[in-house]
């Protein structure tokens, strides 16, 4: 009763009751059975296979017929036949599908890098036009050098003005006398009325 409770539990696994076959890697057998298809696919297995069943004909058929294990018929031939026949397809099918599972993941992980090559691509296409627009508003040295030229253009030209504006001021000015002193031009009676007007009256 106890052990009936224990096996109605669902906090522990249930043992499977029955017969146990015998564990097998997986992989190993996939490897192997790789391999046995891999050598049946190939012309040597054709030539060797050919080889054998030539032999077996012609012992079974010109030897004595006491050294013959298979006459004509050959009845022991085609069980042979028949038992490599039935394991070896499903030899070759596990292969298929060992094949078809890696062309599988080799098709996603293909999947997966082009999606992400495809995302590299537009990331560095956005950043190529955004330097191309950041590009268009950037000074080249063709326009540099124009604005250059430009500017000692208008410098020249300012100096010209300059030295021309000194020149006229130059002109304007009235000659002095040697040694210093008022000017030539100037007239000295309104000069002396002035100071006469500002002298004190005597008596």
Same mark, same amino acid.
């Given at each position: 009763?106890?052990? $009936? ?5 669902? *906090?522990?696994?249930? /043992?499977?009751?029955?017969?146990? @076959? ?8 996939? !490897? ?5 298809? +891999?050598?049946?696919?190939?012309? %040597?297995?054709? /030539? =060797?296979?050919?080889? /054998?069943?030539?032999?077996?004909? /012609? ?8 050294? +013959?294990?298979?006459? =004509? ?5 085609? @069980? ?6 039935? =394991? #070896? ?17 080799? %098709? ?9 090559? !495809?995302?590299?691509?537009? =990331? ?9 627009? #950041? ?12 604005? %250059?030229?430009? @500017? ?5 030209? #300012? ?8 020149? $006229?001021?130059?002109?304007?000015? #009235? ?15 309104? %000069?002396?009325?002035?100071?006469? +007007? *500002? ?5």
């Amino acid at each position: 009763m106890a052990d $009936r409770r224990r096996a109605e539990r669902l *906090d522990q696994p249930h /043992v499977p009751r029955g017969l146990r @076959l015998p564990r097998v890697d997986q992989e190993t057998f996939g !490897k192997w059975a790789e391999g046995i298809a +891999r050598s049946m696919g190939t012309a %040597l297995f054709i /030539v =060797y296979m050919t080889l /054998v069943l030539g032999a077996w004909f /012609v012992w079974n058929t010109l030897a004595p017929e006491r050294a +013959r294990f298979d006459p =004509y018929t050959f009845t022991f031939l085609t @069980l042979i036949l028949s038992i490599q026949a039935s =394991y #070896a397809a499903p030899l070759i099918l596990l292969a298929q599908n060992r094949q078809s599972d890696r062309d599988r993941i080799a %098709l996603e992980e293909d999947r997966r890098r082009a999606t992400m090559q !495809k995302a590299d691509t537009e =990331y560095l296409a956005r950043e190529i036009a955004a330097l191309r627009i #950041a590009m268009g508003e950037v000074a080249t040295r063709d326009f540099v050098r124009s604005e %250059l030229a430009r @500017l000692a253009e208008e410098l020249d030209e #300012a100096a010209q003005r300059r030295q021309r504006r000194e020149l $006229r001021q130059q002109g304007r000015e #009235a000659p002095r006398r040697p040694g210093g002193g008022e000017p030539l031009d100037e007239p000295r009676d309104d %000069l002396d009325g002035d100071h006469a +007007r *500002d002298r004190p009256t005597e008596g």
